[in-house]
């Protein structure tokens, strides 16, 4: 049973469109990351978002944590194709320090 | 600052042999995470060490197991591989936990590149 199911789990999309990729689960978490993997790389940490409800930015990249702390999502204005990759929300359960990770979502920007 | 190096970063093994699979940490952070990724899925948890000790193991069998040195750097052993072993192998290394707005953020994970193993 998969814990975080992200959505779309692919995307593709013309350069300079906006897009949101979403990160849903049953439970709550302590805490929620971002991260996104290039082919042959290991994931990059994007961002960690801690309370309900709070908004992250960074650069054109827009971060949100749901109230309930059960869900995220990650908002993309005017893409780039330098922001192809895979997309991954990891959380850290309450009683529980393992970091689950979402489905992914894999995003191709068309130049 | 050097970042968390994996090493080596392909491998083929075929079935029935046995692997070692090598991470060091960021300098200063202690703890360590393995994580198994197969293509096109998000990476599965398989387990930390914190301070040379086993903090947490995921849903893998015994064939795998850790360790982790006193430098902190750590290896992971796979027995008996199977076909299905075939897959990224992700290292992560950790900071002690931040706080942010008064919540601690705990588990914030840094990876290595990976290595690629391919069991025929």
């Known amino acids: 049973t998969q814990l975080l199911e992200q959505s779309p789990q692919f995307l593709s999309i013309q350069e300079g469109e906006n897009l949101t990729v979403y990160c849903n689960s049953s439970?709550?978490?302590?805490?929620l990351q971002w991260y996104r993997q290039e082919p042959g790389e290991g994931p990059v940490l994007l961002v960690t978002?801690?309370?309900?409800?709070e908004v992250k930015k960074l650069k054109r990249l827009t971060f949100q944590f749901g109230d309930a702390r059960k869900d995220s999502s990650l908002h993309i204005t005017a893409a780039q194709p330098g922001d192809t990759g895979l997309y991954l929300c990891?959380?850290?359960?309450?009683?529980?320090?393992?970091?689950?990770f979402g489905t992914g979502t894999r995003l191709t920007i068309i130049p | 600052d050097a970042g968390v190096t994996q090493s080596p970063t392909h491998l083929i093994k075929t079935r029935g042999q046995q692997v070692t699979l090598r991470c060091s940490p960021i300098?200063?952070?202690?703890?360590v995470s393995w994580y198994q990724q197969v293509l096109g899925q998000g990476p599965q948890f398989i387990f930390q060490?914190?301070?040379?000790?086993?903090?947490g193991r995921g849903n893998f069998p015994d064939r795998f197991s850790a360790r982790q040195f006193p430098n902190y750097s750590s290896e992971l052993n796979v027995n008996a591989l199977l076909l299905g072993d075939s897959a990224l192998y992700l290292c992560?290394?950790?900071?002690?936990?931040?706080?942010?707005?008064?919540?601690?953020?705990?588990?914030?994970?840094?990876f290595g590149a990976g290595t690629r193993l391919s069991v025929l």
């Open positions: 990891a959380g850290v359960p309450f009683g529980n320090e393992k970091l689950t």
């Open positions: 439970s709550v978490f302590s805490s």
């Open positions: 060490y914190y301070e040379k000790e086993e903090r």
């Open positions: 978002v801690v309370t309900g409800g």
């Open positions: 992560a290394s950790s900071p002690q936990p931040r706080t942010y707005g008064g919540r601690i953020a705990k588990n914030i994970q840094y």
């Open positions: 300098s200063g952070h202690k703890s």
